[in-house]
């Protein structure tokens, strides 16, 4: 359904401040990533900034955020697991802990819509609450946007 995009949040736990020795390989690798991304013919949007919204996030410090839009959910699979960024999930226990909560959900949005960091968090929030449905799930599962809509629609009815 091409009216929809995948929408991913994760948040990871920092091993020390970004300003830290130890963080230079994570680093190094950031800039290259993002282009990486920014390349691929899957990647819609992601916030340009990694400041953007920083006050709006209700993790701490050492908790580092990512959020971004994919066409399928085959794209951002293919991006996180079969493209450079492999060697950064290969090494991400150089960097960072390991978080006991889910710490990463995924959820169709319709086209052009660009979710901010409420959204992202009450999607994390819904999953660890609720589990996998069509409004928030993991890698996975495998909902498709149709079923999403029709959640979200159902959801909107109670609550309206």
């Not at 020795?21 to 990486?36: C, I, Q, V, Y």
């Not at 802990?97 to 994390?124: F, K, S």
């Amino acid at each position: 359904m091409t009216d929809f995009h995948l929408a991913q949040f994760n948040i990871a736990r920092l091993k020390a401040p970004l300003d830290d020795p130890s963080m230079t390989g994570f680093l190094e690798l950031r800039d290259p990533l993002n282009a990486l991304a920014d390349g691929d013919p899957g990647f819609v949007w992601r916030p340009v900034s990694p400041v953007d919204g920083a006050d709006e996030w209700p993790y701490g410090p050492d908790i580092l955020i990512n959020y971004s839009v994919w066409r399928s959910r085959e794209a951002l699979w293919e991006y996180a697991y079969r493209s450079g960024h492999l060697e950064a999930m290969r090494r991400r226990r150089e960097w960072f802990d390991r978080v006991a909560e889910t710490y990463q959900v995924l959820w169709w949005i319709p086209a052009g819509h660009r979710p901010g960091p409420d959204e992202c968090v009450d999607r994390l929030e819904l999953l660890r609450r609720e589990g996998p449905t069509p409004r928030a799930f993991t890698f996975r599962d495998h909902y498709t946007a149709e079923e999403a809509a029709r959640a979200e629609a159902e959801q909107a009815a109670r609550v309206g």
